[in-house]
């Protein structure tokens, strides 16, 4: 019986196999599907599994985007952003958050992506507005411009990849992609793999690296989405050019499709929805760097006058007096960035615009501990906020200090993280009075660092990069010195 039994399923296996191989020799087509299925699926999963991995990653050296958008994720964790400005390359090169901040006393952030448009901006703000709640919004206007982003080539494609990889809300990306790009780059907006698998060619050292990444300490340091990209200004090259061929951009070519209209209303109605104040922002190139630019504004203020949002515009009227050589980037070709110098000079007026002619209630956290955790010792927090008595690294020399013609409100010797000098800095004030072409002479008791004492009079310089709304600051650089006292304090101006 048993015999029998094992004989029938035995011939109950074959049966199978014959039907089965019946079925797949008499349907070749079901043959073939059924094996390129198999065949994708083992290429999906490959390509999954490289992305997991980062096989195909680039270089992190220099992603800033991806930078912002995680550091954004980690801030907000225990702060919320109280400023976002969005926008692109012209406006993390041009504003710091880290001053601003600092100015006024609020917690302030940078997202902006190069080469990226409104639509970036709009979907990037509706991502941001899930963790976090700011009073103001700030949309830099470079990025509201004649577009289609079906249309996008080669560079402006990968620039809007980069931002749509960073960002971090997966419904939020799904319900983006189809306003971002057409149906055939879906692939690459998801994909690292796809979108770099010309490394296999091009970049085989960055495959190499990947594949064995060294395990570096990560540093735990404020990043508010500030690029540094230009340290110089205009030199005489450039200058020369201008003089000889005119300026590279015309205002005349400023022209605007429905792409930007329709988002910029989009993002005027979310900030209204939720009750945020919205400012536009045009942040300047150099003076001789755009023909006709009334034209341009001209074109641009038609778009934003339908709206009863304050518009910012240091392009027009242009501070020359301000707005120097230094402040922009040594290039002619159609666009142009703003140097360290000049952001700081943009900062600091985009703060007193948001002080002086906006009635937001925006919060003051200078005296909150995290705040002060945060921004002490960062760019701009000294030039407008006090060094801490429990500092063991910056000293306060004299506070409250009256002496001939002025009354200082803090003297203070900081370190710097580069080189062996300390920073003098002296605050005074700001009532209203023009103290630009002023500086400040203090006569001060010293040990050198052979200990011999001595008397110097010291003449510090009038900080224009660093016009504060609270304080005139001057400063010099010194030698280490080990000073005693401050005897007396004379202000000269011409």
Same mark, same amino acid.
């Given at each position: 019986?048993?015999?029998?039994?094992?004989k029938?399923?035995?011939?109950k296996?074959?049966?199978?196999?014959?039907?089965?191989?019946?079925?797949?020799?008499?349907?070749?087509?079901?043959?073939?599907a059924?094996?390129?299925?198999?065949?994708?699926?083992?290429?999906?999963?490959?390509?999954?599994?490289?992305?997991?991995?980062?096989?195909?990653?680039?270089?992190?050296?220099?992603?800033?985007?991806?930078?912002?958008?995680?550091?954004?994720y980690?801030?907000?964790?225990?702060?919320?952003?109280?400023?976002?400005?969005?926008?692109?390359?012209?406006?993390?090169?041009? $504003?710091?958050?880290?001053?601003?901040?600092?100015?006024?006393?609020?917690?302030?952030?940078?997202?902006?992506?190069?080469?990226?448009?409104?639509?970036?901006? #709009?979907?990037?703000?509706?991502?941001?507005?899930?963790?976090?709640?700011?009073?103001?919004?700030? $949309? =830099?206007?470079?990025?509201?411009?004649?577009?289609? %982003? #079906?249309?996008?080539?080669?560079?402006?494609?990968?620039?809007?990849?980069?931002?749509?990889?960073?960002?971090?809300?997966?419904?939020?990306?799904?319900?983006?992609?189809?306003?971002?790009?057409?149906?055939?780059n879906?692939?690459?907006?998801?994909?690292?793999?796809?979108?770099?698998?010309?490394?296999?060619?091009?970049?085989?050292?960055?495959?190499?690296?990947?594949?064995?990444?060294?395990?570096?300490?990560?540093?735990?340091?404020?990043?508010?989405?500030?690029?540094?990209?230009?340290?110089?200004?205009?030199?005489?090259d450039?200058?020369?050019?201008?003089?000889?061929?005119?300026?590279?951009?015309?205002?005349?070519?400023?022209?605007?499709?429905?792409?930007?209209?329709v988002?910029?209303?989009?993002?005027?109605?979310?900030?209204?929805? &939720?009750?945020? !104040?919205?400012?536009?922002?045009?942040?300047?190139?150099? #003076?001789?760097?755009?023909?006709?630019?009334?034209?341009?504004?001209?074109?641009?203020?038609?778009?934003?006058?339908?709206?009863?949002?304050?518009?910012?515009?240091?392009?027009?009227? +242009?501070?020359?007096?301000?707005?120097?050589?230094?402040?922009?980037?040594?290039?002619? =070709?159609?666009?142009?960035?703003?140097?360290?110098?000049?952001?700081?000079?943009?900062? &600091?007026?985009?703060?007193?615009?948001?002080?002086?002619?906006?009635?937001? *209630?925006? %919060?003051?956290?200078?005296? !909150?501990?995290?705040?002060?955790?945060?921004?002490?010792?960062?760019?701009?927090?000294?030039?407008?906020?006090?060094?801490?008595?429990?500092?063991?690294?910056?000293?306060?020399?004299?506070r409250?200090?009256?002496?001939?013609?002025?009354?200082?409100? =803090?003297?203070?010797?900081?370190?710097?993280?580069?080189?062996?000098n300390?920073?003098?800095?002296?605050?005074?004030?700001?009532n209203?009075?023009?103290?630009?072409?002023?500086?400040?002479?203090?006569? $001060? *008791?010293?040990?050198?660092?052979d200990?011999?004492?001595?008397?110097?009079?010291?003449k510090?310089? +009038?900080?224009?990069?660093?016009?504060?709304?609270?304080?005139?600051?001057?400063?010099?650089?010194v030698?280490?010195l =080990?000073?005693?006292?401050?005897?007396?304090?004379?202000?000269?101006?011409?």
């Open positions: 019986m048993a015999k029998k039994r094992k029938k399923k035995h011939h296996k074959q049966s199978f196999y014959k039907q089965k191989r019946g079925f797949l020799t008499e349907n070749p087509i079901s043959l073939i059924i094996k390129a299925l198999l065949f994708v699926l083992m290429i999906v999963l490959m390509i999954v599994y490289s992305d997991m991995e980062g096989y195909f990653n680039p270089s992190q050296a220099n992603n800033h985007t991806e930078k912002k958008w995680n550091s954004f980690e801030f907000t964790k225990n702060n919320n952003v109280d400023i976002l400005l969005l926008g692109n390359s012209h406006l993390y090169t041009g $504003i710091n958050p880290k001053t601003l901040s600092a100015v006024l006393g609020v917690n302030s952030f940078i997202l902006a992506s190069p080469g990226t448009h409104i639509i970036d901006t #709009y979907f990037s703000l509706k991502e941001a507005l899930k963790i976090t709640k700011p009073k103001i919004v700030i $949309i =830099e206007t470079y990025g509201i411009n004649q577009f289609n %982003p #079906y249309e996008f080539k080669k560079g402006p494609l990968s620039e809007q990849l980069k931002s749509f990889s960073a960002r971090k809300d997966f419904l939020s990306k799904i319900i983006s992609m189809p306003y971002l790009f057409k149906t055939d879906y692939p690459y907006a998801w994909s690292n793999t796809l979108r770099n698998h010309g490394f296999l060619f091009s970049n085989q050292k960055q495959l190499i690296l990947n594949r064995s990444p060294k395990k570096r300490k990560r540093k735990k340091d404020l990043y508010l989405g500030r690029y540094v990209r230009f340290t110089s200004g205009l030199k005489k450039i200058l020369k050019k201008y003089d000889s061929l005119g300026a590279p951009v015309k205002g005349s070519d400023y022209v605007l499709n429905e792409y930007p209209k988002y910029t209303k989009k993002i005027i109605d979310l900030c209204k929805n &939720n009750g945020i !104040e919205l400012i536009f922002l045009t942040l300047p190139m150099y #003076y001789k760097h755009i023909e006709n630019y009334s034209t341009w504004e001209k074109n641009l203020k038609k778009l934003l006058i339908e709206s009863p949002n304050y518009w910012l515009n240091m392009q027009s009227p +242009y501070d020359t007096t301000n707005f120097t050589i230094s402040c922009f980037e040594n290039t002619y =070709e159609l666009n142009q960035h703003m140097t360290y110098n000049g952001s700081l000079i943009a900062t &600091n007026k985009l703060a007193k615009f948001i002080k002086n002619k906006l009635y937001v *209630n925006l %919060p003051y956290r200078k005296k !909150e501990q995290n705040w002060i955790n945060n921004f002490y010792g960062q760019e701009g927090y000294f030039e407008n906020n006090p060094v801490l008595i429990k500092d063991k690294k910056n000293k306060i020399l004299a409250n200090f009256a002496t001939n013609n002025v009354l200082i409100d =803090e003297v203070s010797l900081l370190e710097q993280k580069k080189g062996k300390k920073l003098l800095i002296a605050k005074i004030t700001n209203g009075q023009d103290l630009s072409k002023c500086s400040l002479i203090l006569a $001060i *008791n010293t040990s050198s660092l200990k011999k004492p001595a008397v110097y009079n010291i510090l310089n +009038y900080d224009k990069l660093h016009r504060g709304l609270d304080f005139h600051v001057f400063k010099i650089g030698k280490p =080990e000073i005693m006292e401050i005897k007396a304090g004379k202000l000269f101006c011409n």
